[in-house]
């Protein structure tokens, strides 16, 4: 009866109905009692990235709009609705960090080169995790997979960067934990690594 998604109310999990069979959940997020699942739909001609819980039914929308939509990460703070996901070009694909005002999704900082996999909030800043390792159109390689965004809405790479792909960002007892690759023969990748606070310097 529970079909991509179900909800979970202490004891049993419970059918959220209508939900399309036809999208790929990535990640889900709630804010103000409304439930958000992110992904993509794979609907020939439906271009929706995310889904959003009204109580009863499910309504979609374009977070990424185009013919690759997708997103990867939703995040909530402050108030606020992130997303991450992908943004369409005619030979390349840019990614980006969206965040919802009271009428559209406008891009958090610049685009960056890779897919950013993960969201968190920091010692007073958005950070992201993910496959990137510069900003777009660079060739610098300055920005090595774990990024955070400053007050001037640039990202900016935390400490000395990170190896390899970071799949998923926690913050727990005052410590950035981000979660990658394992270590593999000869390679530099990392399973976990932990990031204290003097690796933003602003």
């Known amino acids: 009866p529970c079909s991509r998604v179900a909800r979970w109310d202490g004891a049993a999990y419970s059918a959220m109905p ?57 995040f909530a703070h402050d108030g606020t609705l992130y997303a991450s996901g992908r943004i369409p070009g005619v030979a390349t694909t840019r990614s980006c960090i969206k965040r919802h005002t009271s009428t559209e999704w406008e891009c958090v900082g610049q685009p960056l080169n890779g897919e950013i996999m993960s969201i968190a909030y920091f010692a007073g800043h958005l950070v992201c995790g993910g496959s990137f390792t510069g900003s777009f159109g660079s060739a610098a390689n300055d920005i090595q997979h774990v990024a955070f965004l400053d007050l001037n809405n640039t990202w900016y790479q935390m400490g000395d960067g990170l190896g390899s792909t970071v799949h998923d960002l926690l913050v727990e007892g005052g410590a950035l934990y981000a ?22 310097n602003t």
């Open 18 to 74: 209508g939900f399309p069979v036809q999208f790929e959940v990535s990640c889900t997020a709630e804010l103000n009692d409304t439930i958000y699942v992110g992904g993509r739909s794979t609907t020939s001609g439906v271009y929706h990235d995310l889904m959003k819980w009204g109580g009863s039914t499910w309504t979609g929308e374009s977070v990424f709009p185009g013919l690759l939509p997708g997103v990867f990460d939703l």
């Open 179 to 200: 979660a990658g690759d394992c270590v593999g023969q000869g390679l530099t990748h990392f399973g976990l690594a932990r990031l204290s606070l003097d690796v933003i």
